[in-house]
């Protein structure tokens, strides 16, 4: 349980004391990735299952890997073509893998909606690992892991999230997770990425770089995904990068220098961001890559119901 | 030879003939033989005591879909006249993308034979704008009217070319058929599911702009002006829709339109709150509280003719999948009238026009007998308990699926009573579910 929820779906729902939650859990998790012998046993004798229909590498080896340094079992079900194409329904794949009695069922589809679909048909807990343009709870959580490691709170802080909005699960976990935590978000991007009405969930909206990332405490730049654009939103990525993007020049003008700078990855060398940004000081998109697994560990062992003596050796 | 009814002491109101007030209904033959306030009852005559009760001309749908022949695992002819009469609906017009398409006499028979077996509500059948409803020529209006079409349509997808509406509209003047339309603009749809507004932001589901309904609208409205054709609009979702209706209409011109109880009384804030509920997705989708508003006066203020309920039966295949694969379409025959009514006490709504647009303003215009209790009319009645509370329970109702947004949901008043040609065809707890 996380709160008073079983599942991991959407940080919409969360509660900022929800949230909290696993980000302090999350740093006793971060300390176990650190000492020379990665493996606890919290989660022994628990199974995780890895249930993803659209390629991930990233996030599903850093589900596979947070399972694993808690000594659960971790099943890799990738749901390529071939289930989908057997005619077999999601809800049909749901039921057959619950057969095999997992404790979490982590899923990534290409529809909105997908994991809590999931979750009316299973019994064990679901988290989420992206679906289609709406959430992305553990990667909103990282980012919040990442900025309160390195700003300390995200109480008053100003955060920018630049890119496509529109498409964007991560812009949507963000903007739930970091507006509860206190901090104001902008965001900005060409208005064809701009979905309607999402002043509605509290952020601001810019159309021009400059003014969203000027003053800010952090600034998130989101991968522009091409595959995922169905009509023409820009009219190429050289304009983008132009307007959109992030090199060396415009982060020494306009961000402050003590603005850090994530990115959900993998980046778009050049687009979203210039290699010397991306690699610069003010980077820390590879501490996100490492929090991720902190966070995840976080979120399987309150879900799957860990050992609490074994959590207190996962704090020692 | 069907019985004498005399149905007694009840609030007749038929807004055809002005009436509104405790009247006696006699049905005889087969026809209103009378309505009248104080009468004696023959010896021979049947009484239905409709005290505190409603008494108005059976509804009449104009857009349902009984997906037979080709998908009768949804709903049969059958099944669908059953929902209709358990809802006070005594008329559906019966869409015709159906397997095959209705765009001959063969399948327009079929349906009006099936109809005729199910001995329920009437059917009339609607033809197809297009040969296969493909957008590319022309049906056979001559023969389709011949057979028993009562209107045209490729309901279920937009007419796409202009050019072919042009001639659609022209060619139908003929046969004095309206063309009732479903209006989307599939470019400016896209992949949309839902709405596009705060809502679908939120849930991360592609939306469908207000826009690619109006700009339809419009452009037919242009085309009728071209034309003189008669056009009636499907299912209006939108502020634009209602807005161009209503100028068209104090322009003169021959356009009418419909509005389906649940876009009268849900918003995308719902498809939101239902946390991805297929029960909620259908085509045009659940539009902004915005839309809602002005569907509602559109509805009042006579901008919009008709309450249809596009009942769009779909099995549990079609709908317990992912939002974005899920079937469009709710069931809509056996809670029109509550969820309605619920706009009555709401103040959205007067009576009387509640029960015009579900009775007078349909048959209007389709030209349609009905809708009314004139004397000398089939007797199509119902009686109806604005007061009963009942839960929606999908499992028993009489359609044969249980795709409904309501299901588990305490709802308003109820049809008692229905009557069909003098005939009682459903009753209230008489019939096992
Ligand atoms: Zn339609
Ligand atoms: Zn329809």
């Known amino acids: 349980m996380i709160g008073r929820h079983k599942h991991c779906i959407s940080l919409a729902e969360y509660s900022r004391e929800e949230i909290l939650e696993v980000l302090d859990l999350a740093v006793s998790m971060k300390e176990v990735l650190q000492r020379p012998i990665k493996k606890v046993p919290s989660l022994r004798g628990k199974s995780v299952v890895n249930l993803f229909f659209e390629a991930s590498t990233r996030t599903r080896s850093s589900f596979e890997i947070a399972a694993k340094v808690l000594s659960a079992d971790a099943l890799n079900w990738t749901a390529s073509a071939s289930s989908v194409t057997k005619g077999e329904t999601l809800v049909d794949t749901a039921r057959n893998l619950e057969a095999m009695r997992p404790d979490v069922l982590v899923i990534r589809h290409s529809a909105g909606g997908a994991p809590r679909l999931v979750a009316e048909h299973v019994g064990c807990s679901v988290v989420s690992a992206g679906d289609g343009a709406h959430e992305h709870p553990s990667q909103g959580l990282l980012d919040c892991f990442t900025l309160r490691e390195k700003l300390g709170t995200l109480e008053g802080k100003t955060i920018a999230i630049v890119g496509d909005i529109s498409h964007s699960r991560v812009a949507r976990s963000d903007l739930h997770a970091m507006t509860k935590l206190g901090a104001r978000v902008r965001l900005c991007g060409p208005p064809t990425m701009?979905?309607?009405?999402?002043?509605?969930?509290?952020?601001?909206?810019?159309?021009?770089?400059?003014?969203?990332?000027?003053?800010?405490?952090?600034?998130?730049?989101?991968?522009?995904?091409?595959?995922?654009?169905?009509?023409?939103?820009?009219?190429?990525?050289?304009?983008?990068?132009?307007?959109?993007?992030?090199?060396?020049?415009?982060?020494?003008?306009?961000?402050?220098?003590?603005?850090?700078?994530?990115?959900?990855?993998?980046?778009?060398?050049?687009?979203?961001?210039?290699?010397?940004?991306?690699?610069?000081?003010?980077?820390?998109?590879?501490?996100?890559?490492?929090?991720?697994?902190?966070?995840?560990?976080?979120?399987?062992?309150?879900?799957?119901?860990?050992?609490?003596?074994?959590?207190?050796?996962?704090?020692? | 030879m069907a019985e004498v009814l005399f149905i007694e002491g009840g609030r007749v109101i038929d807004p055809a003939s002005g009436t509104d007030g405790v009247r006696t209904v006699v049905v005889r033959d087969g026809k209103v033989a009378e309505v009248a306030a104080r009468l004696e009852r023959p010896r021979d005559a049947r009484a239905i005591d409709a005290r505190g009760k409603w008494v108005t001309p059976g509804f009449i749908d104009l857009h349902v879909h009984l997906r037979e022949p080709g998908q009768e695992y949804k709903e049969t002819i059958a099944t669908g006249a059953r929902a209709a009469v358990a809802g006070g609906f005594t008329a559906v017009c019966a869409m015709p993308n159906t397997k095959p398409v209705n765009d001959n006499a063969s399948v327009t028979e079929l349906v009006l034979a099936r109809a005729a077996a199910a001995g329920l509500a009437r059917v009339y059948p609607v033809g197809a704008i297009s040969k296969g409803s493909n957008g590319e020529e022309l049906a056979e209006y001559g023969e389709l009217l011949a057979s028993g079409c009562v209107a045209l349509s490729d309901d279920g997808r937009p007419v796409l070319s202009a050019a072919l509406m042009r001639r659609a509209l022209?060619?139908?003047?003929?046969?004095?058929?309206?063309?009732?339309?479903?209006?989307?603009?599939?470019?400016?749809?896209?992949?949309?599911?839902?709405?596009?507004?705060?809502?679908?932001?939120?849930?991360?589901?592609?939306?469908?702009?207000?826009?690619?309904?109006?700009?339809?609208?419009?452009?037919?409205?242009?085309?009728?002006?071209?034309?003189?054709?008669?056009?009636?609009?499907?299912?209006?979702?939108?502020?634009?829709?209602?807005?161009?209706?209503?100028?068209?209409?104090?322009?003169?011109?021959?356009?009418?339109?419909?509005?389906?109880?649940?876009?009268?009384?849900?918003?995308?804030?719902?498809?939101?709150a239902s946390g991805y509920s297929t029960d909620y997705k259908m085509n045009p989708p659940l539009r902004s509280a915005e839309d809602v508003r002005a569907c509602r006066e559109g509805l009042a203020d006579g901008t919009l003719d008709a309450i249809a309920t596009d009942h769009a039966p779909?099995?549990?295949?079609?709908?317990?999948?992912?939002?974005?694969?899920?079937?469009?379409?709710?069931?809509?025959?056996?809670?029109?009238?509550?969820?309605?009514?619920?706009?009555?006490?709401?103040?959205?709504?007067?009576?009387?026009?509640?029960?015009?647009?579900?009775?007078?303003?349909?048959?209007?215009?389709?030209?349609?007998?009905?809708?009314?209790?004139?004397?000398?009319?089939?007797?199509?009645?119902?009686?109806?308990?604005?007061?009963?509370?009942?839960?929606?329970?999908?499992?028993?109702?009489y359609s044969k699926s249980r795709n409904t947004p309501w299901k588990g949901r305490r709802l308003t008043g109820r049809c008692l009573i229905t009557i069909v040609g003098g005939r009682i065809v459903h009753e209230e707890g008489r019939t096992e579910r």
């Open chain 2, 170 to 272: 022209e060619y139908a003047r003929a046969f004095g058929l309206p063309l009732t339309v479903h209006e989307e603009e599939l470019q400016l749809v896209g992949k949309g599911v839902m709405h596009e507004g705060a809502a679908s932001t939120r849930l991360g589901l592609k939306g469908i702009p207000g826009a690619a309904e109006d700009v339809m609208v419009l452009r037919d409205i242009a085309l009728v002006e071209l034309t003189g054709g008669r056009l009636h609009v499907a299912h209006v979702s939108t502020k634009g829709a209602v807005r161009a209706i209503r100028d068209a209409k104090a322009r003169g011109l021959p356009v009418t339109g419909e509005v389906t109880p649940h876009h009268l009384a849900l918003t995308d804030e719902d498809v939101a």
């Open chain 1, 194 to 316: 701009i979905p309607a009405g999402i002043e509605a969930l509290g952020a601001t909206v810019r159309t021009q770089l400059r003014e969203a990332v000027e003053g800010a405490d952090a600034v998130v730049m989101l991968r522009i995904q091409h595959e995922r654009i169905g009509d023409p939103l820009i009219p190429g990525t050289r304009e983008y990068s132009k307007l959109w993007g992030l090199n060396a020049k415009k982060a020494a003008e306009w961000l402050r220098p003590e603005c850090v700078i994530l990115h959900p990855g993998p980046i778009n060398r050049g687009v979203e961001l210039s290699p010397e940004v991306a690699d610069g000081p003010q980077s820390v998109i590879l501490d996100q890559v490492q929090n991720g697994v902190a966070v995840r560990m976080a979120i399987l062992y309150l879900l799957a119901g860990g050992n609490p003596a074994d959590a207190g050796e996962a704090k020692a």
């Open chain 2, 314 to 397: 779909h099995s549990a295949v079609e709908k317990d999948v992912e939002f974005d694969a899920a079937a469009n379409g709710i069931t809509g025959l056996e809670t029109a009238f509550p969820v309605c009514l619920d706009l009555v006490r709401a103040g959205a709504l007067s009576e009387r026009r509640l029960v015009e647009a579900l009775t007078s303003g349909p048959a209007r215009a389709f030209g349609l007998a009905g809708g009314t209790l004139a004397a000398g009319v089939p007797a199509d009645v119902a009686v109806l308990d604005p007061v009963a509370e009942w839960t929606v329970d999908p499992a028993r109702m």
